[in-house]
């Protein structure tokens, strides 16, 4: 489940395991006010290889490397 962060009027800071069917619920504070749901930076990044970004992976499942080939060639047209 994505963690969401909230803060309050007050002051108050939290975060909140939700499944994404409750992430637009509102949250109430201790307080007794509604509270605003913050905006963070993802800690998701994908960092190019040089030869692609997935081409390591795409041959973990597969016997003879077939998709590998076939995204390398792709890759080499610049597709």
Do not use: H
């Not at 692609?52 to 076939?70: F, H, I, P, Q």
Request: glycine fraction near 8%; charge should be positive; charged fraction near 25%.
């Amino acid at each position: 489940m994505p963690i969401y962060e909230y803060t309050c009027k007050c002051g108050t800071e939290r975060e909140f395991n939700l499944p994404f069917s409750k992430a637009d619920q509102a949250q109430v504070c201790e307080c007794g006010e509604v509270m605003q749901k913050k905006i963070s930076a993802s800690s998701f990044t994908m960092k190019p290889t040089g030869r692609g970004m997935a081409l390591e992976t795409l041959n973990s499942n597969v016997v003879g490397g077939r998709r590998k080939d076939w995204a390398e060639k792709i890759a080499a047209q610049g597709l």
